[in-house]
């Protein structure tokens, strides 16, 4: 399984915002062992407000043309859901964009075409989703909507894709479980449930940076699962985790 090393260039991320050093981060995910860093200007949680698409320019921006000076082959995405970023992004040395929002902005597939994509399940937005966990049948209403973003997507020339069932975006904690227990078996899924809140309700975990075993516990999940990328802050630790369950499957 790959691994996806999450870097939030935010005042505000749930878990690790206000880095003091962001590129020196990204860095230390590629040493450890990620396939991939993610860079986020935005905070997604629950509840936040959207950021001004300028800031979130300047916020990622110098962030990914530094990794990209220092690492000229480490593979580097660019966590947004507007297209004028992804396209600066791309600009600056982004291989790839992960969308939370599944491509809603109008420009986003023109932007992406002829590169990889993750697209992810979301309803609404970061403030209102919470008020969108209405389903019917969780598991199928998610991986229908994905598969209707990736039909538009690939019809833009958009891919190879990557999707997403969101956890915790619009899902209870007990519908991101679910949507774990029940992932289907398919080519390129990412799944992103690192020190996700459905963790800390299980095993009274209030602050997110302390939900480490919960993190690894989902991550050996997936890989039993044949997850092909797991989006996480903890790179090494699920490295080495991910080692050892690997040699014990033979
Ligand atoms: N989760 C978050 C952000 N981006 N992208 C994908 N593809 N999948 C996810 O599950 C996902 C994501 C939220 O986590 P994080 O980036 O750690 O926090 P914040 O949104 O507060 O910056």
Not at 114 to 134: F, I, K, Q, S, W
Not at 210 to 226: K, M
Request: proline share 7%; with cysteine; hydrophobic share 45%.
């Amino acid at each position: 399984m790959r691994l996806m090393g999450i870097l939030n260039v935010t005042p505000d991320s749930f878990s690790d915002g206000g880095l003091p050093d962001p590129v020196g981060r990204g860095l230390r995910l590629l040493d450890e062992g990620a396939d991939c860093v993610d860079v986020g200007g935005e905070s997604t949680r629950p509840g936040a407000d959207p950021v001004d698409p300028e800031e979130e320019r300047r916020r990622v921006l110098p962030v990914i043309a530094a990794l990209r000076a220092a690492r000229p082959m480490a593979t580097l995405s660019v966590d947004t859901r507007r297209a004028s970023v992804a396209a600066a992004a791309i600009e600056a040395g982004a291989d790839l964009v992960n969308d939370v929002s599944g491509g809603a902005d109008p420009d986003m597939f023109r932007v992406c075409a002829g590169r990889p994509m993750v697209l992810m399940h979301m309803r609404a937005e970061p403030r209102t989703m919470a008020d969108h966990t209405d389903y019917r049948d969780v598991v199928a209403e998610v991986w229908e909507a994905l598969d209707a973003r990736a039909a538009v997507a690939t019809a833009a020339g958009v891919g190879p894709l990557w999707l997403d069932p969101g956890i915790g975006f619009a899902k209870t904690p007990a519908q991101s479980l679910e949507l774990l227990r029940r992932l289907p078996r398919r080519p390129r899924i990412l799944v992103g449930a690192s020190r996700k809140r459905f963790i800390g309700e299980l095993t009274g975990q209030a602050d997110p940076a302390t939900r480490i075993e919960g993190s690894l516990a989902v991550a050996l999940h997936c890989a039993a699962r044949g997850v092909d990328l797991l989006r996480v802050h903890d790179v090494a630790a699920t490295r080495r985790a991910l080692q050892v369950w690997a040699a014990l499957q033979g």
